[in-house]
C-alpha cells in the first residue's frame, strides 16, 4: 500500500490571501484536482493536509474518501504540514507516501505513477525529474518518516533529508509527462486557466 499524502495547507500569501486549495481550475477547487492525479497514479489511502481556510475548503471541495488532517500549524510552513501528514499515516500499514502539492497542477497521474512505481523497500527515497533537477512528487518509504518529521522545519520541507541522503536517492525523469509549475503569484493564476 503507497499511500499518496497531498500537502494543500498553504494560505497563498503571495497570491493576495487566496488558499490555494481553494483557487478554481476546471470549474472545480485545485484541491480536487490534486486528490484525482494522486488516486488515478494508484496511491491509495489519500491524505490531505489542510490550513488556510480548512473549514471552507471542507465545505467547498469534495474530499470524499481522504483522511482530512488538520495542520493548526500551517502558518509555519510546509515542514508543519509534512509532518502532519506523515503522523497521520502511521499506523495505517502504508509502506510508503507519494506526497504532492496542491499548487502544481502541471503535474500529473503520469508523473506521479513513474514516481509510485519506483518503489522498492520501505527505506525508498524517489523525486520526480525534470531534465535532471529534483522536483515534485516525491516518494518516502515508511522507514525515512521519523527522520524526515525531525528535520522538517519551516518551508523546507523534506529538503534536509533528501540533501543527506542524495545518494539513496532515485531520480526517475518526468519532463515529458509533466510541467512543474507552481501557482505562487498572481501572474501564475493565468496557467490555471490554460486547460
Keep these: ?13 503571495r ?8 483557487l478554481p481550475y476546471r470549474g472545480r477547487p ?4 490534486a486528490v484525482r492525479v494522486l488516486r488515478e497514479a494508484g496511491c491509495g489511502p489519500v491524505h ?22 488538520d495542520n493548526p500549524d ?6 508543519s504540514s509534512l509532518r502532519a501528514g506523515l503522523a497521520s499515516l502511521a499506523g495505517t500499514g502504508a509502506r510508503a507516501a507519494v506526497v504532492s502539492l ?11 505513477a513513474r514516481v509510485r512505481e ?22 518516502f518509504g515508511a522507514d525515512r518518516w521519523a527522520d524526515i518529521a525531525e528535520t522538517a522545519t519551516d518551508d523546507k520541507g523534506a529538503r534536509v533529508h533528501l540533501t543527506q541522503h542524495a545518494a539513496d536517492l ?26
Design 1 to 13: 500500500m503507497i499511500a499518496g499524502l497531498l500537502l494543500a495547507a498553504g494560505g497563498g500569501r
Design 15 to 22: 497570491l493576495g490571501g487566496r488558499p490555494k486549495a481553494l
Design 30 to 33: 485545485l484541491v480536487e484536482n
Design 48 to 69: 490531505v493536509v489542510l490550513g488556510a481556510s480548512a473549514a471552507e475548503v471542507r465545505e467547498r471541495a469534495d474530499l470524499a474518501g481522504c483522511v482530512v488532517v
Design 74 to 79: 500551517w502558518a509555519r510552513g510546509m515542514g
Design 102 to 112: 496542491v499548487d502544481q497542477p502541471g503535474i500529473g497521474p503520469a508523473a506521479v
Design 118 to 139: 519506483a518503489y522498492r523497500s520501505p527505506a525508498s527515497l524517489v523525486a520526480a525529474a525534470y531534465d535532471g533537477e529534483r522536483g515534485h512528487p516525491v516518494l
Design 170 to 195: 532515485t531520480l526517475v525523469e518526468c519532463a515529458d509527462v509533466a510541467e512543474p509549475f507552481d501557482i505562487d503569484v498572481p501572474a501564475d493564476l493565468a496557467r490555471l486557466e490554460r486547460d
